[in-house]
């Protein structure tokens, strides 16, 4: 589990980043790249980071079910996501 201090920082960026989508747009469709480096650095998209949803890790996040591959294997062999079964041949 990963600190929740990680996890609140990452929801304050999607909210600086959903808050100037439209600013960032309108700037990048004029190409003026001078205003639109004043705005804030967690405005960028580029700066969000996809984290499980359960866990809030970071790392070998499977981007379909939104949890990390450590997640998602409990509960796939726990049967709690429809249509994954484990495979054997």
Known sequence: MSKVSWIER?????ETV?????????????KDYAALSQLPRDASPIRLVNRC?????RR??????????????????NGLIPGVTKASW
């Open 60 to 77: 070998a996040h499977l981007r379909k079910f939104g949890v990390s591959r450590l997640t998602f294997r409990e509960l796939a062999l």
């Open 18 to 30: 959903q808050k100037y989508a439209a600013l960032r747009a309108e700037l990048k469709a004029k």
């Open 53 to 57: 949803k359960i866990t809030g890790r």
């Open 10 to 14: 990452n929801k304050r960026k999607r």
